[in-house]
C-alpha cells in the first residue's frame, strides 16, 4: 500500500477487512452446507460438538498475545521479528499444552472413538494452527497492512471449502470434515507467513526467554478480559435456558443470531484503528487526540442507524428468519427492539476499549469487563425468571451501559473533545428519519427499506455537515481503490 495519511490508511484497512469477513462468511456457509449434505445426524452432532467443544479452550492458546504484538511492534518496529518469533514460541508452547487438555477431557468423558477424532482434528484446527498463525498476522496489522490479513482470511476460506468438498466426496465423516479444514488452515498459516516476509523481509528465528515470560505477564489482563468479555456477552442464554425453559431461549436465539454479526463489525473497526493508535499513542499529541476524536464519533455515526433501522425493522427481520412460524415469535420481535438499544453502548466501549489498550491501561479493562460479566450472570439468574428473553434484552442493555459510564472516568477527557451534545441530536434527527422511511417501505419490500434507509441516512450525514475533514478522510478511504 502507498504511503499516505494515517485517515486515509485506516478507511482502507477497513474496507479489506469488512470485504474478507462477508466473503468468508459466505463461503463457510457454504462449506457447512457442503459438511451437514454430506454426513448423517449423528456426523453433524459430531461435527458440531467438535468445533463447540474445542472453541472453549481458543482463548487459553494464545492469552491475547496478538494484541500485545501490535502495540509494540507498532510503536518500535525494529523489534518485530524477535517479538513475532518469541511469541510464536510462546503459543507453540500453550496452544499444544491446550490441545492435550481437550483431549483429556474427551478421554474423561468416556466418547467414542469417532467423536474423539474429530475433537483432535478440531482441537489441530482452531488450537493449535490457528493459535501459531496469530502472532505473524499481528505483524501485518501492525504494520497496517490489513489487505494481507484479508487476502490470507479469504485464501483460507477458498481452501476450507474446496478441502471439505474434495474430503466429503471420498470419506464422509466428522473427523475427515475436520481433518480437511485443518489441512487447509496449515496452508492458509504457510501463506500468512510469506505474506509476512513477503511485507517485512525476514528475519532468522530468534526466542528471548525473558521476554517470552514479560509477554506472557503482560498477557494476563487481556486474557481475563477475554474471558470476562465472552461470559458477558454469552452468559445471557446460557441463564435464559437455565431458569426460563427453552421456550424463552428459543424467543432469544433469532435476536442473538442477528444481533452477533452486527456486533461484531465493530471489533472490525477496533482492529483497523489499534495499530495507528498504539503508534501515536508512544507520543501523544494533536494527531492522537484527533484520531480518538473521529474513530469515536465515526463509531457512533455507524451505530445509531443500526440501533434505529434494527427497531424500525424488527418485525420483518424476524418474520425473514421463521417464516411461517413468525406468530409464535412475537416476544423475539420485542426482544430485537429492545436489543437495539444495546448497539451505541457497544460501539462506543469498543472504540473506547481500543484507548485505553494502546496507552497500556489493560487492568482497567479487565476490572471493568470483570464487573460486567458479575453484574450480566447475577442479573440474568434474579429476573430472566419472570421476564424471559424480553428481560434478558434489557440486561444487555444495562450491562452495556455499565460498560460505558465504567470507562468514562478514564477517558473523560477525551470525551470533552467530541462535541457529543451537537452529535448525538443531529444523529436522532437522522436515524429518526431513516427509521420512518424504511418503516414505510418494509410491508413492500425489506431489502428495499433497507437501501432506502441507508441510502437517506447517508444524504442527511452531508446534509447535517457531521463529518469533519479527517472523519470524511477516512470514510473517502473505504470506497478508494489501491493503486
Not at 7 to 17: D, K, P, T, V
Not at 176 to 183: D, E, S, V
Not at 188 to 194: D, E, I, S, T
Not at 252 to 269: A, C, K
Request: glycine share 8%.
Amino acid at each position: 500500500m502507498k504511503k499516505g495519511s494515517t485517515s486515509e490508511r485506516i478507511g482502507l484497512n477497513m474496507a479489506a477487512l469488512f470485504v474478507s469477513r462477508v466473503v468468508g462468511m459466505a463461503l463457510t456457509l457454504a462449506q457447512s452446507a457442503i459438511v451437514f449434505r454430506a454426513l448423517d445426524v449423528e456426523g453433524t452432532g459430531q461435527f458440531g460438538h467438535a468445533l463447540a467443544y474445542t472453541g472453549v479452550f481458543n482463548v487459553f492458546a494464545t492469552f491475547g498475545v496478538q494484541r500485545l504484538l501490535v502495540r509494540d511492534i507498532a510503536r518500535d518496529p525494529s523489534t518485530a521479528w524477535t517479538q513475532v518469533w518469541t511469541a510464536a514460541a510462546l503459543v507453540a508452547g500453550l496452544s499444544l499444552a491446550t490441545l492435550g487438555i481437550a483431549m483429556a477431557g474427551t478421554a474423561l468423558a468416556g466418547e467414542d472413538a469417532a467423536s474423539r477424532s474429530a475433537v483432535f482434528y478440531a482441537a489441530l484446527s482452531t488450537i493449535v494452527l490457528w493459535a501459531l498463525q496469530r502472532p505473524f498476522e499481528a505483524m501485518l496489522t501492525a504494520r497496517e497492512e490489513m489487505s494481507g490479513v484479508a487476502v490470507v482470511n479469504v485464501a483460507a476460506a477458498v481452501l476450507k471449502l474446496a478441502a471439505v468438498a474434495i474430503a466429503m466426496r471420498y470419506s464422509p465423516t466428522s473427523a475427515m470434515a475436520h481433518g480437511a479444514i485443518a489441512a487447509a488452515n496449515l496452508a492458509a498459516f504457510l501463506l500468512c507467513v510469506g505474506w509476512v516476509v513477503r511485507v517485512a523481509g525476514w528475519e532468522r528465528p530468534r526466542v528471548r526467554i525473558g521476554l517470552a515470560i514479560a509477554q506472557l505477564r503482560e498477557c494476563m489482563p487481556l486474557l481475563l478480559s477475554m474471558i470476562f468479555s465472552a461470559l458477558y456477552f454469552r452468559a445471557d442464554m446460557v441463564v435464559l435456558n437455565a431458569v426460563a425453559g427453552p421456550g424463552e431461549a428459543a424467543m432469544y436465539t433469532p435476536v442473538q443470531r442477528i444481533m452477533e454479526p452486527l456486533m461484531m463489525l465493530s471489533s472490525l473497526w477496533g482492529t483497523a484503528i489499534f495499530p495507528a493508535m498504539s503508534r501515536l499513542s508512544a507520543q501523544p499529541g494533536a494527531h492522537f487526540a484527533m484520531l480518538k476524536r473521529s474513530s469515536a464519533r465515526l463509531a457512533l455515526i455507524g451505530a445509531f442507524p443500526m440501533a434505529f433501522g434494527l427497531a424500525a425493522l424488527a418485525e420483518p427481520i424476524i418474520r425473514l428468519l421463521v417464516g411461517a412460524q413468525a406468530g409464535d415469535y412475537a416476544d423475539a420481535v420485542t426482544a430485537l427492539r429492545v436489543s437495539a438499544l444495546v448497539t451505541p453502548f457497544f460501539y462506543f466501549n469498543g472504540v473506547a476499549l481500543e484507548f485505553l489498550y494502546a496507552v497500556q491501561r489493560n487492568w482497567y479493562v479487565t476490572v471493568c469487563y470483570g464487573a460486567a460479566a458479575a453484574i450480566s450472570v447475577a442479573a440474568n439468574i434474579a429476573f430472566a425468571p419472570g421476564h424471559g428473553a424480553i428481560g434478558a434484552a434489557w440486561i444487555a442493555v444495562a450491562v452495556n451501559a455499565s460498560i460505558s459510564l465504567l470507562f468514562v472516568p478514564a477517558i473523560r477527557h477525551d470525551l470533552a473533545a467530541l462535541g457529543l451534545g451537537p452529535l448525538l441530536a443531529k444523529l436522532m434527527l437522522a436515524s429518526a428519519a431513516m427509521a420512518g422511511l424504511a418503516w414505510a417501505l418494509a410491508p413492500w419490500s425489506l431489502w428495499a427499506a433497507v437501501a432506502a434507509g441507508a441510502a437517506a441516512y447517508a444524504a442527511l450525514v452531508f446534509i447535517l455537515r457531521m463529518l469533519d475533514a479527517d472523519e470524511r478522510t477516512i470514510v473517502a478511504g473505504l470506497f478508494r481503490r489501491r493503486n
